[in-house]
């Protein structure tokens, strides 16, 4: 309970300071119940604001995007480095492909043609595609990175395609229905919170127009509960818990979406960016992956932790605050202290070491100690798997895993040099590991320098 009443304080204490009409959050944990609070009015007298009351969420709607994509290259409708206009009959910019769409380094203008903050007149698909000739790329692809939310729209229409349904059918039965995320939708209904922009200078909130967005929709269109948005952001953190089947997405591939390709801020580097996903650093190998997002009268801040196994971290940690205030950036680095909060006020439990099994008679000689490039490494067998480090190495980065890939030949699944093969030399009389070549490079059981052989 005390937990629980240090992050309300948290919550209570953002709503007043940073002046939000309502406030909700919610914290998922694979072991610990689900925790939502809300401070504040929906707006609407009709129905008062509670956990089931809906924001906006902005741009966290370009992670669900994202995920429809990847799916799409899984089931193998697409490759990230397909140019557009492959799937999609583009009157221009059909060279730029999927993965520098996705992760806003398509040099792409930021929204479609015209002014359409301005005018709030929104295009429809047809429009949108259409009118790509009269849109800017700002920049030479991969130069750096630039937000796009024309680069999304183009997106979610390569995804509608290539599935034959509207954009917002896949999303429904491709992610929300087997998650059970029922209360993320396009269209609110009677349960929206009313959102505002509220006067710098005085108390007064004047309520925003809701604006649908038209074909821009798979950049920012969505509505949810912070509950389901908290879940959301627990699966993209760790799908093994949230989606243990792959349901949704293969474990593998949201590694792949979570690697950083480009960062937001060339001399801070405080920000990355993957495929989709906002990356924010947090120290000590820790990462907190998802999405900030906003609309007219709406914040919304939704991220799940990463944390090296070492440290015990919880599982399926996600949280999610949604504000509406359209200026109250602080409800964007709520997510971000619930989450902090969360791990250092209440940590998991530790689970007990058990004995496991003892490793395959052929791997029993190359456990132990090595040398390669004058530094020593340790090889062991953990978990079912070979795995490597170097013995300078601190204690929470990650080992190199191995998997057999045929006779004394191994490749790195994870860690260090993954990918590169580990090829095992044998003694002909004892039949023991006495050499091993890593990434082509010389291991042996004492230091040497570098000779040829």
């Known amino acids: 309970m005390a937990v629980e009443a240090k992050l309300e304080r948290l919550v209570r204490q953002t709503q007043a300071q940073a002046r939000v009409p309502a406030l909700t959050v919610a914290l998922h944990r694979q072991d610990r119940p689900l925790w939502t609070f809300q401070v504040g009015t929906s707006g609407r007298t009709e129905r008062p604001l509670d956990a089931g009351t809906r924001f906006r969420m902005g741009s966290v709607t370009k992670t669900f995007t994202a995920v429809l994509v990847l799916q799409c290259r899984d089931d193998g409708l697409l490759d990230l480095d397909d140019p557009v206009g492959k799937h999609l009959s583009v009157p221009r910019h059909g060279d730029l492909t999927v993965r520098r769409l996705l992760s806003h380094t398509s040099g792409m203008q930021r929204e479609p043609y015209g002014d359409v903050w301005d005018t709030l007149r929104m295009p429809d698909a047809q429009q949108l595609l259409a009118e790509l000739d009269r849109a800017e790329r700002i920049l030479t692809p991969s130069r ?83 509950a389901d948005l908290a879940r959301w952001a627990a699966f993209l953190a760790d799908p093994s818990i949230v989606d243990p089947g792959g ?91 619930l989450l902090r909060t969360s791990v250092e006020e209440d940590p998991a439990d530790i689970e007990p070491w058990t004995p496991g099994q003892a490793p395959p008679p052929k791997y029993a000689s190359v456990l132990g100690r090595w040398w390669s490039e004058g530094f020593e490494f340790i090889f062991s067998w953990r978990d079912g798997a070979l795995r490597a480090r170097r013995e300078l190495d601190p204690a929470d980065r990650p080992s190199a895993v191995f998997e057999e890939i045929g006779e004394d030949e191994l490749r790195g699944v994870g860690g260090r040099e993954v990918g590169e093969r580990l090829r095992l030399h044998r003694d002909p009389q004892t039949g023991d590991v006495v050499r091993m070549n890593w990434a082509t490079y010389r291991f042996t059981r004492t230091q040497e320098t570098f000779e040829p052989h």
Request: no cysteine; glycine share 12%; proline share 7%.
């Open 144 to 226: 750096r990175f630039h937000y796009s939310n024309v680069g999304f729209a183009i997106l979610g229409q390569l995804v509608a395609h290539l599935r034959k349904a509207s954009w917002a059918d896949v999303l429904h039965d491709r992610i929300l229905t087997p998650l059970g995320l029922s209360d993320v939708v396009t269209d609110p209904g009677e349960r929206a919170a009313v959102g505002y922009l509220v006067h710098p200078y005085t108390d007064e909130a004047r309520p925003e127009l809701p604006v649908d967005i038209g074909a821009v929709a798979p950049a920012g269109q969505l509505w949810s509960t912070a």
């Open 247 to 337: 349901a949704v997405l293969k474990e593998s591939t949201l590694d792949e979406m979570r690697w950083p390709l480009t960062t937001a801020d060339e001399t801070l580097w405080s920000e990355g960016f993957g495929l989709g996903l906002i990356l924010v650093p947090q120290g000590e190998r820790a990462v907190h992956v998802g999405h900030d997002g906003a609309m007219p009268g709406f914040l919304a801040g939704v991220y799940g932790r990463r944390a090296p196994a070492a440290t015990h971290p919880p599982r399926a940690l996600g949280a999610a605050a949604l504000g509406s205030s359209g200026t109250a950036i602080a409800a964007i680095g709520l997510a971000h202290t």
